[in-house]
């Protein structure tokens, strides 16, 4: 990857969390790279560290020691405001949950992102891309599963963020309906170049990845790089 821009850098991340005695490293010492354009899945156990390293990257968290870098700025470095600029600007969050409001339509929900972001992707257009043109005018209760979660997509890409983080976006999902969850993330990836991070507790899902970055009680423990990434049509569950 080392020929593509890259979009984020962390060097020598840790978190750590006291309960009362007991000290929990959730990090300890992380080096991760996310380049353009690139689908990075992150595999590991309950506990390794890969969610903590999706919260820090995406704003969401700071670590105990360590630096990021969005370009070539310091995001370890920014203000609460600051950082709520870079969530609201540059970051797109998919989560196993899909945290739509109720009382809006799909179209609506993708609106409450459009209407804050500086150069966004008219809402149509953005459920078109994950296949939900018929349906923008329905409610979540009217959707299925997998019809809400892609919405949830919709709404995350709609700002055109420059990374799109995913924490189990097809946890909650059969694996017909969590493929075409995926084929939706392989449409914007594909789309606008967005730097995309996905953890799952899937291993065959690695298959659709630029890179594999393998995490275990808070260390990288392993990097595969996929020169041949293949399409999630092809993936065996």
Not at 25 to 42: K, T
Not at 135 to 162: M, T, Y
Request: glycine fraction near 8%; aromatic fraction near 6%; hydrophobic fraction near 40%.
């Amino acid at each position: 990857m080392s020929e593509q821009k890259r979009t984020l850098k962390a060097r020598g991340l840790s978190k750590i969390y006291h309960s009362g005695e007991v000290t929990v490293r959730a990090l300890d010492s992380v080096d991760f790279d996310l380049f353009q354009g690139e689908i990075v899945v992150l595999l590991g156990p309950s506990g390794s560290g890969k969610s903590t390293l999706l919260n820090i990257i995406g704003g969401l968290d700071s670590p105990s020691e360590g630096h990021v870098f969005f370009h070539e700025e310091e995001l370890t470095s920014f203000n609460d405001r600051a950082l709520t600029a870079y969530r609201r600007d540059h970051v797109g969050f998919v989560f196993q949950f899909y945290n739509l409001i109720p009382s809006l339509t799909a179209k609506e929900n993708v609106a409450l992102v459009t209407e804050i972001a500086p150069n966004p992707v008219a809402p149509e257009d953005a459920l078109a891309l994950v296949g939900l043109e018929q349906r923008i005018q329905h409610f979540p209760a009217q959707l299925s599963g997998g019809e809400q979660q892609r919405v949830a997509i919709a709404r995350a890409i709609a700002k055109r963020p420059d990374i799109l983080l995913c924490d189990e976006p097809t946890g909650a999902l059969d694996s017909k309906t969590g493929i075409i969850v995926l084929e939706a993330l392989e449409t914007i990836n594909r789309e606008f170049g967005t730097a995309t991070a996905l953890i799952t507790h899937n291993a065959a899902i690695a298959a659709m990845a630029d890179r594999v970055v393998t995490l275990g009680d808070g260390h990288i423990t392993g990097v595969e790089t996929n020169e041949n990434r293949r399409p999630v049509s092809q993936i065996e569950w």
